[in-house]
């Protein structure tokens, strides 16, 4: 019980030391000091000459450089249509995400550079790469997409062949004789 009393007192003189050294600083460095610590850091629009933004997204073994601009929702992956690269309508589904969650269907053309992985880590590359580009050409779009976890980059990568196995985990097949 001891210990809690000198430890409260010990605060509080903390407490008081911090407002003294606040009153003795000059105005604009004492307005810089008592900012709350939780305030959250403003971001701004990144946009480049030609109205785009850019962003690199990542999944997997899959890296997508994606470009955003206002347009009609056409999208082009690697040159072709999204229908045609990702015909598996879960895949289509994956990369509309984003839009989906910032109300801004078919408002923005996305061109599309993917390279390495399958379609699925790819198709979440591309996922990831649109929510980048997104908060930079709207930076209040940030709070939607991160609640919905699209500006995280999935880790799980797969795991890594270990010697005296099949695979991963799989061991050779057991003789008794």
């Given at each position: 019980?001891?210990?809690?009393?000198?430890?409260?007192?010990?605060?509080?003189?903390?407490?008081?030391?911090?407002?003294?050294?606040?009153?003795?600083?000059?105005?604009?460095?004492?307005?810089?000091?008592?900012?709350?610590?939780?305030?959250?850091?403003?971001?701004?629009?990144?946009?480049?000459?030609?109205?785009?933004?850019?962003?690199?997204?990542?999944?997997?073994?899959?890296?997508?450089?994606?470009?955003?601009?206002?347009?009609?929702?056409?999208?082009?992956?690697?040159?072709?249509?999204?229908?045609?690269?990702?015909?598996?309508?879960?895949?289509?589904?994956?990369?509309?995400?984003?839009?989906?969650?910032?109300?801004r269907a078919n408002q923005f053309d996305?061109?599309?550079?993917?390279?390495?992985?399958?379609?699925?880590?790819?198709?979440?590359?591309?996922?990831?790469?649109?929510?980048?580009?997104?908060?930079?050409?709207?930076?209040?779009?940030?709070?939607?997409?991160?609640?919905?976890?699209?500006?995280?980059?999935?880790?799980?990568?797969?795991?890594?062949?270990?010697?005296?196995?099949?695979?991963?985990?799989?061991?050779?097949?057991?003789?008794?004789?």
């Amino acid at each position: 019980m001891v210990t809690r009393k000198t430890t409260s007192a010990k605060l509080s003189d903390i407490k008081a030391t911090v407002k003294e050294k606040a009153k003795e600083m000059p105005p604009e460095q004492s307005s810089m000091a008592t900012a709350p610590a939780d305030a959250a850091p403003k971001y701004e629009r990144k946009v480049d000459k030609h109205g785009r933004a850019y962003a690199t997204g990542k999944r997997k073994n899959a890296i997508a450089r994606v470009w955003i601009k206002p347009g009609s929702g056409k999208m082009i992956i690697n040159g072709r249509e999204l229908k045609v690269y990702f015909a598996r309508p879960v895949l289509q589904m994956v990369v509309n995400q984003p839009f989906a969650v910032a109300d801004r269907a078919n408002q923005f053309d996305v061109e599309c550079l993917v390279v390495g992985g399958g379609l699925s880590g790819q198709a979440g590359a591309v996922k990831h790469g649109i929510s980048k580009a997104l908060t930079c050409f709207e930076p209040e779009l940030r709070k939607p997409l991160k609640t919905a976890l699209f500006l995280r980059r999935d880790p799980r990568v797969v795991e890594r062949k270990k010697y005296g196995r099949a695979k991963a985990r799989r061991r050779f097949q057991f003789s008794k004789r």
